[in-house]
């Protein structure tokens, strides 16, 4: 089997496109998943949509922030180390024509902690953290610990029989990686009595394993995203997407078609130049198709069949997760982008359509002026914790004021040295 790192830095590498979305959502749904968790629902929403039909939506949601980058071109909910959420769904594993399940799985953790480098005793190294549980049997009574987690040993797995067992051998540093999307698939087949898992759309080489000491328990109660069972520890840490639950156990094809779904040759969605970042170069670019009335369905990335200045929103808060005036693109909005675009000098220069995002274009239309800072200040983002930390801090107007002053006497002493 290839090596888990080998595969995620592939799966890193490759392009995700908005058009592929719906191929990828359509593909899971052929399958008839019955609860399927898109996190599609608009930033600040309490609930999470159940896109299965089935009605088995997360309607206890404690603190998850929608509307992150996701796989596919779609959104993810990411998750802070404390975070959760109740879902309707009540299935119990172990019963009769239920006992074979399969649940499939988008994750990306930033979650790290620091341990004692092996191969330097006395330095220390930043690894993964292990023990985040992101799917949970919520069950009062009994073990109902039928899950999906990153384990002890710092692998894919689960924990269903009151044992770990890891997708992948820990002999080979088959390690999850921090801040890589991974697409995981953990099956029960009833009949057998045996787990099937899938990484990347590979099966394990360990496969097919056996549940722990108690097989896959009886656990009556609800589903829970994000944490242990009980919502007070083994929290996971970063973004959960596209997370399906079926009846049976889904083919090896179908797996492998699933994560086939979600790549496609157009591109990440918003790097319009094909180097795999969103740059300024980016932004720029779809500000000029904005300008010239360009309708090529690359640049609609709102979905909404029209390209025009939401797009150029879209790509700035939800794809780039930064604010209007962030010009060099570290995900604030500080002093430091007001000092840089003052170095370019090209506020009102009188030179026609000569700036750009990092020089101080934030409205798109090619020019840097007093429009710009309305833009940026209009957007709310000046001094702004990144866009993740983010909980509706509303500037001070005091602050503000002051901040247009210091701004006229920048741009004057600016122009007294040239």
Known sequence: MTRLNGIAAVFVLCAFSSSVYADYASTVLE????????????????????????????????????????????????????????????????????????????????????????????????????????????????????????????????????????????????????????????????DEENLIFYVNGEPSDLNPQFPGRNGVESANGLWVIGSHKNQAGQFFEGMLDEIAFYEGVLSEDRIQAHYAAAFDDAGTP?????????????????????????????????????????????????LKSTYFGDANLDGVFTSSDLVEVFTFGQYEDGQATNSGWASGDWNGDAEFDSSDFVTAFTNGGYEMPPRAANVAIVPEPAGLSLLAIALCIMHQRLRRRK
């Open 270 to 318: 918003g790097d319009f130049d094909g180097d795999n970042l969103l740059t300024a170069a980016d932004i720029d670019r779809l500000s000029t198709a904005v300008r010239d009335g360009l309708t090529d369905s690359i640049f609609d990335l709102n979905g909404d069949n029209q390209v025009n200045d939401l797009d150029r929103s879209h790509w700035v808060e939800t």
């Open 31 to 190: 399958d008839n998943p019955f609860a399927y968790y898109r996190f599609e629902d608009e930033v600040g929403s309490d609930e999470l949509a159940d896109s299965s039909g089935n009605g088995n939506i997360g309607s206890e949601v404690i603190g998850v922030e929608f509307g992150r980058p996701g796989v596919a071109g779609s959104q993810a909910g990411e998750f802070f180390g404390d975070s959760s959420i109740v879902t309707e769904l009540d299935f119990d594993p172990s019963i009769d024509g239920m006992s074979s399940w399969t649940i499939e799985t988008w994750f990306y953790t930033t979650g790290v902690e620091e341990i004692e480098d092996p191969d330097n005793p006395g330095e220390f190294i930043d690894v993964v953290r292990d023990q985040q549980v992101y799917i949970a049997q919520k069950d009062g009574n009994g073990l109902g610990r039928s899950n999906v987690l990153i384990s002890a040993n710092r692998q894919p797995g689960s924990y269903i029989g009151g044992a770990t067992t890891n997708a992948l051998d820990p002999a080979e540093n088959d390690f999850v990686q921090v801040e890589e999307w991974y697409h995981f698939v953990v099956a029960h087949d009833g």
